[in-house]
């Protein structure tokens, strides 16, 4: 299986300043028509998860352009400028590109 | 507007059964991919079943292979997972999301106790 490994698992932040974080695959995520089915998700506590991004870097409608994704193969990069109170939870990366499909362990980010 | 409501969670001793269901609005469900997730408490995200919108194909975690079994039923436009011989590791928030999780439901819990 995929092994998704996130780093850092904790993410303290200052308001107004960014955060990255990073997602590394085990293997190429590079799929047959040349995508990296990688999504990232925001998990506020108490509520279901939230897709920000998919295929690696394509924002969500609705998402806040603070939020941008990056990457292909193995590298896969979250980041989140001038990071804001409701930014606070949990994000995790997920990968489609090969089954069984797998999560990275996710990233607590949390204000200074 | 796309809604799930996921519904059936409950507490049952090891080795039961259960079924888990997810009625959807605002879309066809069956010609829609969807998802099933769970969260044990406390932890992360696990992804465990998927079913093809398009071929009706089916995947599973190897964690749930051979006892959990993903379905649909376009008269009631619903997603279901039969879950048999369920163990204590089930336990947790059981999500079903669609189109790759663009949209998700709210959970319901499963706790596998005796």
């Given at each position: 299986d995929v092994v998704m490994t996130q780093s850092p698992l904790s993410l303290p932040v200052t308001l107004g300043q960014s955060a990255s974080i990073s997602c590394r695959s085990s293997e190429s995520l590079v799929y047959s028509d040349g995508n990296s089915y990688v999504i990232w998700f925001q998990q506020r506590p108490g509520q279901s998860p939230r897709r920000l991004i998919n295929k690696a870097s394509d924002r969500e409608f609705g998402v806040p352009d603070r939020f941008s994704g990056s990457g292909s193969g193995i590298d896969f990069t979250l980041k989140i400028s001038r990071v804001e109170a409701e930014d606070v939870g949990v994000y995790y990366c997920m990968q489609g590109s090969r089954w069984p499909w797998t999560f990275g362990q996710g990233t607590k980010v949390e204000i200074k | 507007e796309v809604q799930l409501v996921e519904s059936g969670g409950g507490l049952v001793q090891p080795g039961e059964a259960l079924r888990l269901s997810c009625a959807a609005s605002g879309?066809?469900?069956?010609?829609s991919d969807m998802n099933w997730v769970r969260q044990a408490p406390g932890k992360g995200l696990e992804w465990i079943s998927f079913i093809s919108g398009a071929t009706g194909a089916t995947y599973y975690a190897d964690s749930v292979k051979g006892r959990f079994t993903i379905s649909r039923d376009s008269a009631k436009n619903s997603l279901y997972l039969q879950m048999n011989s369920l163990r204590g590791e089930d336990t947790g928030v059981y999500y079903c999301s669609q189109d790759k999780f663009a949209a998700w439901g709210q959970g319901t819990l499963v706790t596998v106790s005796s």
């Open positions: - | 879309f066809t469900l069956i010609t």
